[in-house]
């Protein structure tokens, strides 16, 4: 049978044609016109390629290029091997059947693996409408006086005890969808976010307490609000003077024994130390890990939504593996000091304790280290 690859190779040389003419002139590869005529069908992907490669080179040799094609499809034809299927026996109808069967068995399993083992759905499902339970659960808090950062959830109550009297004072949450509602001996209050309202809570027209709104959804009031509540007379606090005894004195650094290289920031002075609580809020998810006054350290993956709040005496070290998905909130005495935070994905190591100054003044002091 004649040779498509030698009628290319003839015609192209009669022609005075080297590869790297017809390639630049047909725009195919030089690797593949060599093939064409080599009729080394194994470097292109499918005989589709073939053909149509076969088709422009001829139509720039001036070839018939049916001609080519159909001798390129008779040796394809020649070269074709035997069918399995007229060399092997078929298979018994019954054995197609076991193979389905064992398929389906296999395909059963490992969805089953995946839904109860890997993915663990039935677990996700319940702990999911646990925490919509748990959600939807009233809750009462016992408001100290001192200044402390909550998140609120409808139908929450807040207890505060009377300036005289016996019983609690009761603030209900009404609504946490666009701003926060409480229901208050005096009515209704209603504060918008980033809103900071004193409110009357006992009718004596003076404002008692003061409440701060951080963060409340305008979409979905199951996110809840985040608030910061303190009493507008720091000198009505009840200071428990167990707690007020832990701040040890004596275990506070003199400001000149404190590494110099460090960045430092003040948050406060005052004549004397006391405790002071921080709190977290995560907007992200972040490794965290925390130590209190010299104590075992805690750490704990956190998500979206999450909230560590802590109170030291002395002082408190923080590893923030993503210190951009945090808030953090320093609050003592009466004032709150919002923490900078650093880029997505930076990991930091901060002090935040006490320092005493060689006047005698104490400073709290946020210590970056390396």
Not at 139 to 167: C, M, N, V, W
Not at 220 to 236: C, I, N, V
Not at 285 to 307: A, L, M, T
Request: charged residues 30%; proline residues 3%.
């Amino acid at each position: 049978m004649e040779s498509y690859g030698e009628i290319l190779r003839k015609q192209r040389e009669e022609k005075g044609y080297d590869f790297e003419e017809v390639s630049q002139k047909t725009c195919i590869p030089r690797n593949y016109i060599e093939a064409l005529e080599k009729e080394d069908t194994d470097v292109f992907s499918s005989e589709t390629y073939i053909v149509g490669f076969l088709k422009n080179y001829c139509d720039f040799l001036e070839i018939d290029s049916a001609k080519i094609i159909s001798l390129f499809k008779a040796k394809k034809t020649q070269e074709q091997p035997v069918p399995t299927e007229l060399l092997e026996k078929s298979t018994p109808k019954h054995l197609v059947l076991i193979i389905w069967i064992a398929a389906a068995a296999v395909l059963i399993a490992t969805g089953l693996y995946l839904y109860f083992g890997l993915f663990n759905v039935p677990q996700k499902k319940i702990e999911k409408e646990n925490e919509i339970v748990e959600k939807s659960r009233t809750h009462q808090y016992t408001f100290s006086g001192k200044p402390e950062t909550r998140r609120l959830y409808k139908g929450d109550q807040i207890l505060i005890a009377p300036k005289t009297g016996k019983g609690n004072i009761i603030l209900t949450v009404s609504n946490t969808l666009g701003n926060l509602t409480l229901q208050t001996p005096s009515g209704s209050q209603i504060i918008e976010l980033s809103e900071e309202r004193e409110l009357d809570i006992d009718g004596d027209k003076q404002g008692d307490i003061v409440i701060y709104l951080s963060d409340v959804s305008s979409k979905d009031g199951a996110h809840g609000a985040e608030t910061r509540m303190f009493l507008k007379d720091p000198s009505l606090v009840v200071i428990d003077d167990t707690e007020a005894e832990q701040t040890n004195v004596s275990e506070i650094p003199v400001q000149a024994v404190v590494k110099t290289t460090s960045k430092q920031t003040v948050i406060l002075e005052d004549t004397r130390a006391y405790p002071f609580t921080v709190n977290v809020s995560f907007r992200g998810s972040c490794v965290f890990r925390y130590r209190v006054d010299r104590q075992q350290s805690v750490e704990d993956y956190y998500k979206s939504g999450g909230i560590v709040n802590v109170t030291a005496s002395n002082g408190i070290r923080l590893w923030m593996s993503n210190i951009n998905a945090m808030k953090i909130q320093i609050i003592a005495d009466t004032s709150t000091y919002d923490l900078e935070v650093g880029r997505a994905g930076q990991v930091k190591v901060e002090d935040i304790k006490w320092v005493r100054d060689n006047d005698g003044k104490y400073r709290l002091v946020v210590v970056e280290l390396d």
